[in-house]
């Protein structure tokens, strides 16, 4: 997803080398891991919406690029920790942190990267936005919990689904909207409603993440395919298939679900395609995409909003 616009990639340049900086350490072991997540790269996505948004209320200052840092710290925070609960051995095609470094040294450093994100967001000297990332990242931390408690459950319904893809993705990236323009100076109203762009673009953004575990490009992707079904992961794909395949067919998705194996994950995908599940999940993201493209209606035209808009229909219609 290449920036176009002069002034945002000056921004995220300055963005990039502020997460570098702030990343340094006397402790050897986390510049390492820290030097290791940076040359991983990775799209930046959040960090992203947070400078376009700015840019679209007006201008972004030094704030905005500490806040876009903050952003991406608190996402790969979660990451690290993510991958040791979830056992993952492969990210943005190499070793995963865990993998590499071991399960104790992720979860410390990932713990290091999100005091450092709170550390700069004191710096930032918003109040509002301080507690807005607060709680957003008290509500990240139940959806990962929540996450794991559906681990495993073959009964997990489409709405429940959504609780945790929107507590565990979406939050994010609707305060990286709401903080940016907090920092801009926009009316509460507006702060809001562009919330509401960057967490039903979220939404839309996981959704398809779920989907393209079933159907991406392992080398464009970066992670093995079937990762999530290897996970006890009932992702919307295999909801819809519960709900939609003949009995023998849904016997095989219930088992592997239950017992966290993806080796029938050809016979699985086989079964999902075979019940649109796959293009089922797609309208769902094509749903979400659209509302959030309608909460920025309310926004000035400008090269910036249209470069949001294009973030959102890259969301929906990317192969990694």
């Known amino acids: 997803m290449p920036v176009h616009n002069e002034t945002i990639s000056a921004a995220f340049e300055d963005v990039n080398a502020l997460i570098v900086e702030q990343l340094r350490s006397d402790v050897a072991l986390v510049e390492d891991i820290g030097q290791y997540i940076v040359e ?18 007006g201008s972004i200052d030094e ?9 991406e710290f608190l996402h790969t925070a979660t990451l690290l920790h993510d991958d040791v ?9 190499r070793p995963t942190a865990n993998a590499a ?30 507690q807005d990332i607060a709680d957003v990242t008290n509500r990240i931390a139940e959806g ?18 959504e609780e945790v893809i929107r507590a565990k993705t979406a939050v994010l990236f609707g305060a990286a909207c709401f903080g940016a323009a907090a ?13 509401e762009f960057g967490l039903n673009l979220g939404i839309a953004f996981q959704i398809i993440d779920d989907v393209l575990d079933y159907e991406g490009d392992p080398k464009t992707m970066g992670k093995n395919l079937g990762d999530d079904l290897a996970e006890g992961k009932p992702t919307l794909p ?9 009995p023998a067919d849904a016997a095989i998705i219930r088992r592997a679900i239950t017992s966290k194996d993806s080796s029938e994950l050809e016979s699985i995908v086989r079964i999902i395609r075979e019940c649109g599940s796959l293009d ?19 926004l000035d035209d400008s090269q910036h909003k249209s470069e949001l808009l294009g973030l959102s229909e890259k969301a929906i219609a990317r192969a990694a």
């Open 280 to 298: 089922y999940a797609r309208d769902q993201a094509s749903r979400y995409k659209n509302k959030a493209d309608t909460a920025l209606a309310q």
């Open 85 to 93: 609960v979830d056992v993952s051995s492969l990210r943005r095609g």
């Open 144 to 161: 990962e919990v929540l996450q794991l408690v559906r681990s495993g459950d073959a009964n997990t319904t489409e709405q429940q689904y």
């Open 63 to 71: 704030r905005h690029k500490k806040f876009a840092a903050i952003i």
């Open 101 to 130: 470094f071991g399960n104790a040294s992720s979860v410390l450093v990932g713990d290091f990267i999100y005091s450092r994100a709170f550390q700069l967001l004191v710096s930032v000297g918003n109040l509002d936005v301080l």
């Open 40 to 57: 991983a790269g990775g799209k930046r996505l959040r960090p992203r919406l947070a400078l376009l948004t700015a840019a679209a209320l």
């Open 183 to 195: 920092l801009s100076g926009a009316p509460r109203v507006q702060c809001e409603q562009l919330r």
């Open 238 to 246: 295999l909801i819809h298939a519960l709900q939609h395949a003949a």
